[in-house]
């Protein structure tokens, strides 16, 4: 069973700092793609990157230039590096896996969400 868990959440400031991981565990698991979302209230949720394991990136146009992510193999964690926090970036965020080597962008496995809360 693939589990998929967020952590690093919280309250800052705005023009602060987060980082946020996600543990991927399952037996034999293996993925080319792996994301972030987030949802706001009151908003559809919004993907805001994309790594594969080989190492490309995408970012939304909302974080890009402020977000970053990243993959350590050896730990199975997906991070999200989140500098220079707006107001607007106040949302329940969510790491996702496709179940193949195929990018679908449309995830399969979904964690359970970290909230991320940016005062001003």
């Known amino acids: 069973q693939v589990q998929l868990v967020e952590s690093g959440g919280g309250s800052v400031q705005s023009g602060g700092s987060l980082r946020l991981s996600c543990e991927v565990s399952?037996?034999?698991?293996?993925?080319?793609?792996m994301y972030w979302f987030r949802q706001a209230p009151g908003k559809e949720r919004e993907r805001i990157a994309m790594r594969t394991k080989y190492g490309q990136a995408e970012y939304s146009y909302s974080v890009r230039g402020r977000f970053a992510v990243s993959l350590e193999s050896n730990k199975n964690t997906l991070y999200l590096q989140m500098n220079s926090l707006k107001s607007e970036d106040t949302a329940m965020y969510y790491c996702?896996?496709?179940?193949?080597?195929?990018?679908?962008?449309?995830?399969?496995?979904w964690g359970q969400g970290t909230q991320v809360t940016v005062s001003s």
């Open positions: 996702a896996a496709d179940a193949s080597d195929y990018c679908s962008g449309s995830p399969t496995y």
């Open positions: 399952g037996s034999g698991f293996s993925t080319n793609c």
